[in-house]
């Protein structure tokens, strides 16, 4: 360890700086000096956050305050009670102190706070964007489009879903998804700050693309290096050679090649080797040169103190004060640091001095609010090795009040006792508490309180006066970071659940498919039925089926078994639609499924009557719904027959564009009369057998116009990117047979731009329709990113 230090001038240089600053923290809290200046601060803030007259809290309570981590009704709560402008105000104020390195005492931070918050409280309060959630795809993507960024939108929707399936699951990947989206949004904040208003538009988005990109790569080194290298995933050994690869990376300024890699996770370094090694050289080639050595003096600092504390063991009784403290600030700090770095910010006068100095507030608030969680894994930080060693290390500094010093120093020292900065630091410090007693109840909360306020007293009656009296101390990126924890599980748990649900569905239609043979009439040929069950047997996604069967029993409640010839009939109509596209007079396709085409096994004429006799017993099942009122079935029959006669016309427009240049307007109805059209019958048609309303069937049908074409287009581009072994047929049979395609047509880049577009549209026609069922936007997740 030591050689490591004195090989690397700048983590000496750093350490030093360090522990200069600990030891500056260490006498204010031996000789308590940040006690009264903070009774101070206190006895003027509470002003604004300690009400006690009875008459206001009578006519306050009549509008009742919703709990803060109920994202919509809280900002309807705060708007109507005129606190949701303060509220963003502090917010936006703190991300600049926290993240941007401002001094708030400044005027032009001050109108920089006022006009974000004013145009995020105008967002939030609109009526387009007041009930959607935060980070929506949607909402996201739409944005997107606005600033003329959707392929790098595109890219990073790609990168995250890929990050999500390299993952362990014995890693937490909603917080590592957390993690890399708030770090993006940080890195992406640095850069709108510094984009003036002389910027045209086409350099705004070339810096903003880069933005993106590069937050992504500069995050990923949480999920692929802290966070791998926290967890139990790697052996021992591995680790010791994957913290070799990453620190001659920082030292050498180049990835160097895995080699063979021994050990039961192969697999997985591989793949994260080769994302880091991509995301490592993309930030090196967007950095300009005097850039450099601050990003890689900074990676080391960062790097290095967290390797030094990882290899801590908590059962080592001699850490010294030093051993627990520096490692901290300098990890806190210099990851801070790397950031301005890592997108080539014009140097900012004071601001590496006070985000040095700011780092250490941050970590000790998390380690804090992490103690039981750090106990259970066997950290070592400074809030669990006092826990552990406080009655038997006197010398020990209690962390809790180094905490108080840093925030004293920080309000008088670093920001000169500028009054907004001691707002927003003072909010922040009980909000933190606030949070932290609702999560664990008052008896655990005591608990801790009793060994780390034992010698604070009588300030820590005041910090508990102020925890449990003090309102209006809330913060925006809070109930954010909730919100989208919360989103980001429900995301993940509806996606599980969508998949076994279809697994299962899967598995319930395919035992329906399959026709008997009658053996009525000895001479019969029955090879019509034996060719249709071969092509029902196919390895088929069944998507079809499956929206219909689930619209029908998961939405409208009917009975699964009184609509199984409904599933069935859908099921057939699909797979005698594709008999005849693949015959020779169609699209000549040799195989289906994974297996050879129908007419390649038996004959065309075969494949032709099995087409006519699917269809036929499409109708049939139609026909036999028999525990649904008469009127309603004949409406069903006439509909699915009038889709099949459109679908019909879809295919000869599709055989009569071969070889000719469409426009995209003419594309885009032919795939919906080809595809579309399917999607819509599998929904419209239990809305029919449900009675349900013209508007809600109008809203399922403009989804399904969105989802067959963003349907199409993957297919489109899967002709062109996929893989065959997963897609079950070859690859450029669409340039084979000269036909028109949205790649064709608009190119690959602009392609995904429509499929992303339509993806979003038919998630809106959900949004504005009586139903909005979760699964069908996991349908359209599924479109979008199948690779098959």
């Not at 027959?641 to 594309?667: F, I, N, P, R, V």
């Amino acid at each position: 360890m030591n050689k490591n230090k004195q090989s690397n001038p700048g983590y000496q240089k750093a350490e030093q700086k360090a522990r200069d600053y600990f030891q500056m923290l260490f006498k204010q809290v031996r000789e308590q000096t940040y006690v009264p200046l903070l009774i101070n601060d206190f006895n003027s803030w509470k002003h604004h956050h300690v009400h006690h007259s009875p008459f206001l809290s009578f006519f306050s309570s009549q509008k009742k305050k919703t709990a803060p981590r109920d994202y919509h009704p809280y900002i309807q709560w705060l708007n109507y009670t005129g606190k949701l402008e303060p509220y963003l105000e502090r917010s936006i104020a703190y991300l600049f102190l926290r993240d941007l390195g401002k001094d708030l005492g400044e005027p032009e931070t001050q109108n920089q706070v006022r006009r974000v918050a004013s145009s995020l409280k105008t967002q939030l309060t609109t009526e387009k964007s007041g009930n959607q959630e935060p980070f929506n795809l949607v909402g996201l993507y739409r944005k997107s489009q606005e600033e003329g960024i959707e392929s790098t939108m595109i890219w990073l929707i790609h990168k995250l879903k890929n990050v999500t399936t390299i993952i362990p699951e014995e890693m937490d990947g909603v917080q590592a998804q957390r993690k890399l989206i708030k770090i993006i949004a940080g890195v992406l904040m640095h850069v709108v700050n510094e984009i003036g208003d002389e910027v045209t538009a086409c350099e705004r988005r070339k810096r903003l693309d880069i933005a993106i990109r590069i937050g992504y790569c500069y995050g990923l080194t949480y999920p692929f290096i802290d966070d791998l290298l926290d967890s139990n995933v790697l052996t021992p050994q591995e680790k010791h050679r994957y913290s070799d690869l990453i620190r001659t990376t920082l030292t050498t300024r180049s990835v160097p090649s895995l080699g063979k890699w021994t050990g039961p996770n192969k697999n997985l370094v591989e793949k994260v080797h080769k994302e880091l090694k991509e995301a490592f050289e993309y930030i090196k080639a967007h950095q300009r040169s005097e850039f450099l050595d601050s990003f890689f003096e900074q990676s080391y600092v960062f790097f290095h103190s967290q390797e030094v504390d990882r290899k801590k063991n908590v059962k080592n009784t001699s850490f010294t004060n030093e051993d627990l403290y520096l490692p901290v600030i300098l990890k806190s700090a210099s990851s801070r640091l790397i950031v301005r770095s890592v997108i080539s910010a014009p140097e900012d006068k004071g601001f590496d001095d006070r985000t040095f100095y700011y780092g250490i507030y941050n970590q000790l608030a998390d380690d804090f609010a992490d103690l039981f969680d750090d106990l259970e894994d066997g950290a070592v930080t400074p809030y669990t090795y006092y826990w552990l060693y406080h009655d038997k290390r006197p010398d020990l500094i209690n962390p809790f009040e180094l905490y108080w010093s840093v925030i004293a120093h920080l309000i008088h020292h670093v920001y000169r006792s500028d009054t907004m900065t001691r707002e927003v630091i003072l909010d922040r410090a009980i909000n933190g508490l606030k949070r932290y007693k609702a999560k664990m109840g008052n008896k655990k909360y005591k608990k801790v309180m009793d060994v780390f306020t034992a010698n604070m007293q009588p300030f820590n009656g005041l910090i508990q006066q102020m925890v449990k009296k003090a309102e209006d101390v809330d913060f925006f990126d809070k109930l954010l970071r909730d919100q989208m924890i919360t989103s980001l599980k429900q995301e993940r748990n509806e996606r599980e659940d969508f998949f076994e649900n279809i697994k299962q569905v899967r598995e319930q239609i395919n035992s329906l498919l399959p026709i008997t043979k009658t053996n009525e009439i000895p001479l019969l040929d029955e090879t019509v039925v034996e060719a249709a069950n071969y092509s029902l047997e196919g390895d088929g996604k069944r998507l079809r089926s499956v929206m219909a069967c689930m619209m029908s029993v998961k939405e409208y409640g009917l009975n699964q078994a009184s609509v199984e010839p409904l599933i069935k009939s859908i099921e057939y109509l699909h797979t005698a639609s594709l008999i005849f596209d693949d015959l020779p007079s169609q699209d000549n396709s040799l195989t289906r499924r994974g297996r050879p085409a129908l007419h390649q096994v038996y004959n065309v004429a075969i494949a032709e009557l099995t087409g006519i006799f699917l269809t036929q017993k499409a109708t049939a099942e139609q026909a036999s719904l028999n525990q649904f009122d008469s009127k309603t079935v004949l409406e069903l029959i006439r509909y699915s027959a009038q889709m099949t006669s459109e679908m019909c016309k879809g295919q000869a427009m599709d055989l009569a564009s071969k070889g000719k240049t469409m426009t995209h307007k003419e594309l885009n109805l032919l795939c919906f009369y080809k595809t579309g059209m399917a999607f819509e019958a599998a929904l419209v048609m239990p809305a029919i057998l449900a009675q349900a309303k013209a508007d809600e069937i109008a809203a399922l049908k403009k989804f399904a116009w969105h989802a067959g074409i963003a349907f199409q287009i993957q297919d489109d581009l899967l002709d062109v990117e996929g893989e065959e072994h997963l897609l079950g047929k070859p690859v450029g049979q669409d340039a084979e047979n000269n036909r028109s395609t949205f790649v064709s047509i608009l190119g690959i880049e602009e392609a995904k731009k429509g499929m992303w577009d339509h993806y979003c549209s038919a998630i809106e026609a959900l949004q504005h329709g009586q139903r909005n069922p979760a699964f069908l936007k996991h349908v359209m997740d599924y479109i979008v990113h199948r690779d098959y």
